[in-house]
């Protein structure tokens, strides 16, 4: 129970590793924010909500936009309202298009910023202001916890959206760490590998399959629960001495 009394905002967990982290988070005793544009996985399912109750953890749903400033607030200013506080909040919700730099139109380029950067901004934005009205345990007023990328770091075959907002999750990562670290806010940083989410389309072409295969030195790609583990941990008061880092959890693409 190593979130027990801890209240914590997921967003994008109504699928794919951001059900995991919720889950994974309510195992472990946290209040969890089910934080989405819909309660409906994309990979099919149950819904996350329902995965959390049926074994008696706690759990709302909240309707989130991380592109919409009020979105987000309203969110927090939930969370906060039913529970009392916000101990950890958890940026993963993000979005790509899968094309190159003269693919992508400007509409797809502002789309997919919004999500996976400026979504971003705002939820750290509100969840440091929120953290900074609270008292600290252990010296720590509250933990953010980002969804980075590989791709925030190396090159997103044809998808240059994408890669350039997790880039931006990466940077933000390491200037909120340092900026509020006085104050007790702790910022750090997840990055998955290939992951397999069981959604279809893009994400599991053949090509982009094989490409990730060659890529992992470990013999199988990763899953939902791998990144949640890595998430929780960073969540948890075991993580102390450690802030603006970006773990990778990668089946060592990077030191391929």
Same mark, same amino acid.
């Given at each position: ?8 905002? %997921?967003?994008? !967990? /109504?699928? $794919?590793?951001? @059900? ?6 309510? #195992? =472990?005793?946290?209040? &969890? ?56 909040? %958890?940026?993963? !919700? /993000?979005? $790509?298009?899968? @094309? ?6 400007? #509409? =797809?380029?502002?789309? &997919? ?56 999750? %990466? ?86």
């Amino acid at each position: 129970m190593r979130l027990e009394n801890r209240t914590a905002i %997921v967003t994008g !967990a /109504a699928s $794919g590793i951001g @059900k995991a982290i919720a889950v994974r988070f309510a #195992e =472990e005793g946290a209040n &969890v924010i089910v934080a989405d544009r819909t309660e409906v996985p994309r990979e099919g399912g149950e819904k996350t909500l329902d995965l959390i109750r049926a074994f008696g953890g706690t759990a709302e749903f909240v309707e989130l936009d991380v592109a919409d400033w009020n979105s987000v607030d309203a969110a927090v200013g939930f969370a906060v309202a039913r529970f009392g506080a916000l101990d950890i909040m %958890v940026n993963n !919700a /993000a979005i $790509g298009v899968s @094309k190159s730099l003269l693919e992508t139109s400007e #509409e =797809e380029w502002d789309r &997919v910023m919004g999500v996976n950067a400026k979504g971003v901004f705002f939820g750290c934005k509100r969840a440091v202001q929120q953290m900074l009205t609270q008292p600290a345990r252990d010296g720590v007023r509250g933990r953010i916890v980002n969804i980075s990328s590989q791709h925030g770091m190396i090159r997103s075959p044809n998808d240059l959206a994408y890669g350039t907002g997790k880039a931006a999750v %990466v940077y933000m990562t390491r200037q909120i760490a340092g900026d509020y670290a006085a104050e007790g806010i702790v910022c750090n940083a997840v990055a998955p590998g290939k992951i397999l989410t069981g959604k279809s389309g893009p994400a599991v072409d053949p090509d982009i399959l094989a490409y990730s295969e060659a890529r992992t030195p470990w013999p199988r790609l990763g899953r939902p629960r791998d990144v949640a583990n890595a998430v929780l941990f960073l969540a948890s008061d075991e993580a102390t001495y450690i802030t603006g880092e970006n773990l990778m959890v990668d089946g060592g693409w990077m030191a391929n």
